[in-house]
């Protein structure tokens, strides 16, 4: 078995366990031709991805301190072909409920998948 043929059962393997799905939207300005204004609209860009969707928590910094409360890592992953934007807005249905969250940082980008880090989408102004 050469290296192109192990990766591509690992990407198949990974992307079995993709059980949720996202639509990635974008900010753009579209102008409308009959108010003759330009607005910036939702616009989708990639819709029904499959996917999954990953938290995973970090202990707090100061356990001594009872202010100091943990905090929760929230992960994408995702096909490496797929390029979603800093500052799009990933909607993901997981198990059953739509989230909203954007991009945080760049992907880690691997042959089989990419791992994005989100938070939790403010709205647009």
């Not at 499959?50 to 910094?61: G, V």
């Not at 905090?71 to 990933?90: A, E, H, R």
Request: hydrophobic share 30%; proline share 4%.
């Amino acid at each position: 078995m050469n290296f192109e043929s192990a990766r591509n059962i690992m990407r198949n393997k990974i992307e079995q366990m993709y059980e949720d799905s996202c639509t990635v939207y974008e900010q753009k300005e579209v102008f409308d031709e009959k108010t003759k204004v330009t607005k910036k609209r939702r616009i989708v860009t990639l819709e029904n991805e499959p996917c999954r969707l990953s938290f995973s928590k970090i202990e707090a910094e100061d356990k001594a301190d009872p202010a100091s409360v943990p905090s929760q890592t929230i992960k994408l992953f995702i096909s490496p072909d797929i390029d979603i934007k800093t500052g799009c807005v990933i909607e993901i249905k997981h198990k059953g409920r739509i989230y909203e969250y954007e991009r945080s940082g760049q992907p880690a980008v691997y042959s089989s998948h990419q791992e994005i880090v989100l938070q939790l989408h403010e709205r647009w102004s």
